[in-house]
């Protein structure tokens, strides 16, 4: 009897089917569930959060208990992350290049819009543009890696006012405006744009920067206490309609999420 390659086309002959273990997916499930806990949790919890039966749950975390990546206390009888989860976990940040792991996913963000795409990080003195990939719909003018953009007039810029503390953007904001302290209009407007940032989860912006372009901004995440980095899809202003923005505003959204969750932002790994 012929059996079946692992590198025979799966039902809808796209790609390679691909075979794995089982159980190393489920005991997966039950390291998921400790996750998303965020905290100590009895057999019983984690069976619950994972759709398993408490004796098939238990099994598991006696094989999980055995190789470190899950403790139980002796005293209250949970179940936490073990020794070797903590050590993986600090191992993994260690080799971590945040920038490079989100610039990964760039052109196929680019490829899926055709409109040019840039990768944005938290500079000295603003937003800096670290990343540019260039669509298939010519633009006015483009901004060179390395160059620092406005907080106030870029989509980019309106992320970083709403996802970083005052005291971090404030002095660069006044830098910017050449001035020693922001005046109460200048306070609303950025009060304004945090608050739509916050609540739409993207930034948008027609001409800010470059007339005739307009640009749209989403954070991504990281797992610790760095600042976010900010992905932005940049574009003729003209036959962007508000419909055609809101599709995109969309693909951008959930390629962040996915960036996010791929740097092991713990809300972009619960889907929110």
Not at 68 to 83: C, E, I, K, T
Not at 186 to 206: F, M, P, Q
Not at 215 to 228: C, E, I, L, M
Request: net charge negative.
């Amino acid at each position: 009897m012929a059996t079946q390659s692992l590198f025979d086309p799966d039902d809808n002959g796209t790609s390679p089917a691909r075979q794995g273990i089982q159980s190393v997916e489920l005991a997966m499930t039950v390291i998921q569930a400790l996750e998303e806990g965020r905290g100590p949790m009895s057999l019983t919890q984690i069976a619950a959060a994972c759709g398993m039966q408490p004796s098939k749950v238990h099994r598991y975390l006696v094989s999980l208990t055995r190789v470190g990546l899950v403790a139980q206390s002796r005293s209250s009888g949970q179940y936490d992350m073990g020794p070797a989860m903590r050590r993986l976990g600090v191992e993994s940040l260690r080799r971590m290049d945040e920038v490079a792991l989100v610039s990964e996913h760039l052109p196929e963000l680019r490829d899926r819009t055709s409109h040019a795409v840039n990768l944005a990080v938290w500079g000295d003195h603003g937003p800096v543009v670290v990343r540019w990939e260039y669509g298939t719909h010519a633009l006015p003018i483009t901004v060179r890696v390395g160059a620092t953009m406005p907080l106030l007039n870029s989509a980019m810029g309106g992320v970083f006012l709403a996802h970083l503390p005052g005291q971090v953007t404030e002095p660069v904001l006044c830098g910017q405006l050449d001035t020693a302290a922001l005046d109460a209009p200048t306070r609303e407007r950025v009060d304004r744009i945090r608050a739509d940032v916050l609540r739409d989860g993207a930034a948008s912006t027609v001409g800010g920067v470059i007339p005739g372009v307009t640009s749209v901004a989403a954070p991504v995440f990281t797992a610790g206490d760095s600042f976010p980095l900010v992905v932005t899809l940049v574009m003729p202003a003209r036959g962007v309609t508000d419909e055609r923005l809101a599709a995109l505003t969309a693909q951008l959204l959930h390629a962040t999420r996915a960036m996010s969750d791929d740097l092991g932002h713990p809300a972009a790994g619960l889907g929110a």
